[in-house]
């Protein structure tokens, strides 16, 4: 195993990052997260979570946290050998200012716990707008694939029924198979690339995925923001109201998108 005398900046950053996001795990959960109760409600539950080792601590005032960091910091150390704290040690940097740069790309930390939630849920928030629009693309293929229609009868209003938004591919080998529609199959990985969904809505079904108040620089903004968190680029500090200000894009956006549907496929998403 790799000590501290073969540890360079990459290593030792990192590892600094992952011991910033497990105190603001514990320190988030010791919060509100999980159910009031008594130090033995709470033995209980990490036993729950697969913590054989769990600790009982009597109560005071920072029971829920001292039992939940001491716990996992112990079933780490079983699994891994060394306790998190050890690999990277705030007194041995191999260079100056490294100690304090990986819990800042992190933006975690049990002094950072509040920004860790409000990321946390940031990133998930992104990704349920993503969901959503490669739903509404699968129900677009199934029931318009022409795309755009200049001419022709009117269409049908039609309704996208539960099971094409919810199928269950089957699965040939490590390749997944769908039917409805069975483009999807192909053009699916497509589709998971958010630049590449973007261009399938305008050039082939005729609309942005951004709602018409926001410049389409937006999204790439928040985006931008999302990627930073999610890859450890860098810490980003994020307001309660920011957070409030994404969900307003994203709500806005997905109504744009399904009035879109309506209006030029007379698709009701």
Request: hydrophobic residues 40%; negative net charge; glycine residues 6%.
């Amino acid at each position: 195993m790799q000590n501290e005398s073969q540890m360079r900046a990459a290593l030792y950053v990192a590892l600094r990052q992952v011991e910033a996001l497990r105190e603001s795990v514990c320190w988030s959960l010791s919060g509100d997260a999980l159910p009031a109760g008594q130090p033995e409600a709470m033995y209980s539950w990490l036993q729950s979570q697969g913590f054989g080792n769990a600790i009982r601590l009597t109560d005071d005032s920072h029971w829920k946290h001292q039992m939940l960091s001491t716990t996992v910091d112990g079933a780490f150390e079983d699994k891994f050998g060394r306790s998190i704290q050890s690999l990277a040690p705030r007194w041995f940097s191999p260079g100056p200012g490294l100690a304090d740069i990986g819990a800042s790309r992190s933006g975690a930390g049990w002094s950072q716990s509040a920004n860790f939630v409000t990321t946390s849920a940031f990133v998930r928030l992104l990704g349920c707008s993503e969901q959503f629009e490669m739903d509404v693309l699968k129900a677009l293929f199934q029931y318009r694939p022409s795309g755009v229609q200049t001419n022709g009868p009117k269409l049908p209003l039609v309704e996208v029924e539960d099971a094409v938004i919810l199928e269950v591919p089957r699965l040939e080998g490590d390749k997944q198979i769908y039917e409805k529609p069975a483009i999807w199959t192909w053009i699916r990985r497509h589709a998971e690339n958010n630049v590449e969904r973007d261009k399938i809505c305008a050039s082939v079904f005729g609309f942005r995925t951004v709602a018409p108040e926001f410049k389409p620089k937006v999204k790439q903004e928040w985006y931008e923001m999302r990627n930073a968190i999610a890859h450890g680029r860098k810490g980003v500090e994020m307001s309660l109201m920011e957070y409030v200000d994404a969900e307003v894009f994203v709500i806005k956006s997905m109504f744009h998108v399904a009035q879109e549907c309506q209006e030029k496929h007379y698709l009701i998403i």
